[in-house]
């Protein structure tokens, strides 16, 4: 089994490739990685990073890699620099991406119900087009509402599934993350998903208090991983969940700064158990 992960490499801040290279390789499977971009750090928190855009390498090491008749079982793009970087996605799909392979979109545009440094309305729409070439899409509920023309501000829980049916339109299985839902007193943070069958569903996980950057990153990584082994979406789902809300807990525990990642060091071991146990 072969993953290739497209996106960039912050040196600083755990999201990107820090964080899709060691959770999907922990996985067990080949995880090959093309970087769309080097910053120092990522964008969100931090004043005066660096941002080298590779777009002009990335042509030759597509060429390379044709030589060697390198395909891949699934391929999973991320944070994209520019609507050129988006164009070089679709025809890295067409190009590498093996018959009956899964194409799987995370579509990092924004959080908090606003869009990072760097993005407008235009690369908006050009994602939505990506979107329309993936399996799989992975947005947060800030993407899920720039994708499907929502406002943010004026959504609640009862919104949610109609959020869901919309991105449909676009790509048959969404997943999207960061759902507050109360549920009685209890506050909880759904995903709300499309599995395999078209059946839509929501998973949820305990609500942590906070703002905690890269849980997208953590989440989708692990949701390739879990596709990869064969596992099914409402486990691949539950599971990449967990491993999420249990990063998220750790780093509130440890009371490191938002903006330096979640620590998902120690959760892997747990995530990987649950996986192991699930992919026999
Ligand atoms: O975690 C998403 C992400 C990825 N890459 C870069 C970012 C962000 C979010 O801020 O800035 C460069």
């Known amino acids: 089994m072969r993953v290739l992960a497209i996106n960039d490499i912050s040196c600083v801040g755990k999201c990107s490739l820090t964080v ?5 390789s922990a996985s067990g499977v080949t995880c090959d990685i093309l970087p769309t971009a080097i910053l120092s750090t990522h964008t969100g928190g931090f004043a005066g990073y660096t941002f080298r855009d590779l777009s002009e390498d990335i042509p030759a090491v597509l060429a390379h890699w044709k030589s060697l008749g390198l395909k891949y079982d699934i391929i999973i793009s991320g944070y994209l620099g520019s609507i050129d970087q988006i164009e070089m996605v679709k025809s890295t799909k ?4 093996k018959e009956g392979g899964l194409m799987i979109v995370d579509p990092v545009m924004g959080d908090n119900g606003i869009l990072y440094s760097h993005f407008d309305k235009k690369f908006v729409e050009e994602m939505k087009g990506l979107c329309r070439t993936a ?17 943010y501000a004026g959504v ?36 709300f998903y499309t599995d395999e069958h078209g059946q839509t569903k929501s ?13 997208g990153d953590v989440y989708a990584s692990a949701l390739v991983g879990c596709l990869a082994r064969g596992v099914d979406t409402d486990t691949a789902v ?27 060091e120690s959760q892997m071991y747990a995530y990987l158990k649950a996986l192991n146990e699930a992919a026999k």
């Open 94 to 97: 067409k190009d590498f991406l």
């Open 20 to 24: 899709a290279l060691p959770i999907i």
């Open 156 to 191: 609640t829980e009862k919104d949610y599934p109609a959020v869901i049916e919309k991105l449909k339109q676009l790509c048959p299985r969404p997943s999207v993350t960061g759902c507050d839902v109360k549920n009685g007193g209890k506050a909880e943070s759904r995903v």
């Open 203 to 215: 998973y949820a996980t305990e609500k942590i208090e906070g703002a905690f950057h890269g849980a």
């Open 135 to 151: 399996d799989v899409i992975v947005p947060n509920l800030t993407e899920a509402c720039f994708l499907t023309d929502t406002d």
């Open 238 to 264: 539950k599971i990449s969940a967990e491993f999420t809300t249990n990063s998220i807990r750790q780093t509130a525990l440890d009371k490191t700064e938002a903006r330096y990642g979640l620590n998902s």
